[in-house]
């Protein structure tokens, strides 16, 4: 049996550790988030910096007399779905309140990205009484064509969740992105703070009153795009965590106790809360030294053990190449987030010396970190291919990713409209896209660390937004010179 000193070891380093020259982490990270503005619907502002994009989606809303212009795009389509949106600015949300401090000048850009998509997410929770708008746009229709955001003629329908069809789910994780950024704002806008407080009070308590999954209300305007395919618990779990940190009431986590035992699962998602509930929830049990909390720190350390390629109940599987592998659909959604739980988890330990145990390994923060760091850096370009994951990181990066803004001629290039079948022409060809998406993150490799960059390969060749907004946090701490 191996001494206790060799799995500590094992568990701290990978084969590629110190063989290289780390990337630079401040750039990348000035890169990650300067991505959003490529995903902005709405007015842009005079300070757009990738200028390729122009105002989109200025009458959204209007089919129902209700002013819904602004947010994310959530991909490489036209579409806003409010449920990855609003994960996606909880985890932007969650890096700034974790990392601020480490992100330099890039903090202000950080909120400014927030802003954008906390204002449309007020609008959406405060428009309508007894309504929740959860998204625009159809994407089915929107699907069918390849054409600019600034030239939309699909419908723009608008979706909504009430209390006759509820959706658990998706206002929970609003409430989660709006308790969350509040935090965000609490000191350098406390107006705007409280506002998006109260109102993730009221849309928390709309997803507790009126259970059931928004899929089931909205079924194929929202499936199999974003369905909840984890149910709306873990979401009712994570929504509270973030009031409860946000309040600091009791309500909230004796709400949680109500809800029964989680999943325990090794892998978190705009899907699937849990894993990141129970890490947010670690928090009082590793920095509090709260007993209360205790159950919710076993619970992340059960995960870790699920990520950590050597632990004994390790279910994660790793390239050859030393990435993550755990979906083949846009697997480095899947990286970004555990990523961020890994880095995350090992500050909080790392601050009070704490340690755990995987079976009979003991787990020590760098097992972490390093884990973290090995994710981080072959996505930046330290991968058998030295391909970056990050378009315009480095000089060898996706040249043909899956985007109709970023693959069709801006307007300032070509200013009539190419209509919804025109753009097929663009999206065929093998030529490079015009357009530089600046530090969007595409969906990856494959198991074998193999990448075609082929613009109709969506499961690779695709962005997200919240692929980019979990991978901020690391980069923010690796920027900052944290390594073990």
């Given at each position: 049996m191996?001494?206790?000193?060799?799995?500590?070891?094992?568990?701290?380093?990978?084969?590629?550790?110190?063989?290289?020259?780390?990337?630079?982490?401040?750039?990348?990270?000035?890169?990650?988030?300067?991505?959003?503005?490529?995903?902005?619907?709405?007015?842009?502002?005079?300070?757009?910096?990738?200028?390729?994009?122009?105002?989109?989606?200025?009458?959204?809303?209007?089919?129902?007399?209700?002013?819904?212009?602004?947010?994310?795009?959530?991909?490489?389509?036209?579409?806003?779905?409010?449920?990855?949106?609003?994960?996606?600015?909880?985890?932007?949300?969650?890096?700034?309140l974790e990392y601020g401090k480490k992100m330099g000048s890039e903090l202000q850009n950080s909120r400014v990205a927030i802003r954008w998509a906390t204002d449309y997410l007020?609008?959406?929770?405060?428009?309508?009484?007894?309504?929740?708008?959860?998204?625009?746009?159809?994407?089915?229709?929107?699907?069918?064509?390849?054409?600019r955001p600034e030239d939309m003629d699909t419908p723009r329908t608008v979706y909504s969740v009430s209390p006759s069809n509820p959706g658990s789910d998706v206002a929970a994780e609003t409430a989660a992105a709006l308790a969350a950024s509040s935090m965000v704002f609490r000191k350098v806008d406390p107006k705007y703070a409280r506002l998006l407080l109260a109102t993730a009070k009221k849309v928390m308590q709309f997803a507790i009153q009126y259970r059931g999954a928004y899929?089931?209300?909205?079924?194929?305007?929202?499936?199999?795009?974003?369905?909840?395919?984890?149910?709306?618990?873990?979401?009712?779990?994570?929504?509270a965590a973030w009031l409860h940190r946000a309040t600091n009431d009791p309500y909230y986590t004796n709400f949680i106790k109500t809800l029964g035992g989680g999943d325990q699962p090794d892998i978190f998602s705009w899907d699937n809360k849990y894993a990141g509930a129970y890490v947010l929830l670690s928090r009082r049990a590793v920095l509090n030294k709260d007993n209360n909390?205790?159950?919710?720190?076993?619970?992340?350390?059960?995960?870790?053990?699920?990520?950590?390629?050597?632990?004994?109940?390790s279910s994660t599987k790793y390239t050859k190449g030393g990435l993550m592998y755990k979906l083949p659909q846009s697997n480095l959604q899947y990286v970004t987030s555990i990523t961020f739980l890994l880095t995350t988890y090992a500050k909080y330990m790392k601050s009070t010396k704490h340690t755990f145990n995987c079976g009979n390994s003991l787990i020590v923060p760098n097992?972490?970190?390093?884990?973290?760091?090995?994710?981080?850096?072959?996505?930046?370009?330290?991968?058998?291919?030295?391909?970056?994951?990050?378009?315009?990181?480095?000089?060898?990066?996706?040249?043909?990713?899956?985007?109709?803004?970023?693959?069709?001629?801006?307007?300032?290039?070509?200013?009539?409209?190419?209509g919804c079948n025109g753009g097929f022409q663009s999206f065929r060809t093998q030529n490079p896209n015009p357009n530089i998406l600046t530090g969007a993150i595409v969906g990856g490799p494959n198991q074998n660390d193999e990448y075609p960059d082929q613009r109709d390969d969506y499961t690779r060749s695709e962005p997200a937004t919240y692929i980019?907004?979990?991978?901020?946090?690391p980069l923010a701490y690796f920027a900052a010179g944290r390594s073990p």
């Open positions: 191996a001494s206790p000193f060799f799995l500590v070891f094992l568990l701290s380093a990978l084969s590629l550790e110190n063989t290289y020259a780390s990337p630079n982490y401040r750039e990348a990270l000035s890169k990650s988030l300067l991505f959003f503005q490529g995903q902005r619907s709405g007015r842009l502002p005079g300070d757009q910096k990738l200028s390729w994009r122009s105002s989109s989606g200025l009458s959204d809303g209007s089919s129902a007399h209700v002013d819904l212009t602004g947010g994310y795009y959530d991909a490489g389509d036209n579409v806003k779905f409010n449920f990855p949106m609003a994960f996606t600015t909880t985890m932007l949300s969650w890096s700034s007020l609008k959406c929770a405060r428009a309508t009484p007894g309504k929740l708008y959860v998204g625009v746009g159809d994407p089915n229709g929107d699907h069918k064509c390849w054409e899929s089931d209300s909205l079924s194929s305007s929202v499936c199999p795009f974003y369905c909840s395919y984890s149910g709306y618990k873990d979401e009712l779990v994570w929504g909390f205790e159950p919710y720190k076993q619970a992340a350390e059960n995960f870790m053990c699920k990520i950590l390629p050597n632990s004994p109940s097992a972490l970190i390093n884990l973290s760091k090995r994710q981080v850096d072959y996505i930046l370009g330290v991968n058998p291919l030295k391909m970056s994951y990050m378009v315009g990181f480095s000089s060898n990066f996706p040249k043909r990713i899956h985007h109709r803004g970023s693959s069709l001629p801006s307007r300032a290039v070509r200013s009539n409209s190419l980019n907004a979990a991978f901020v946090g």
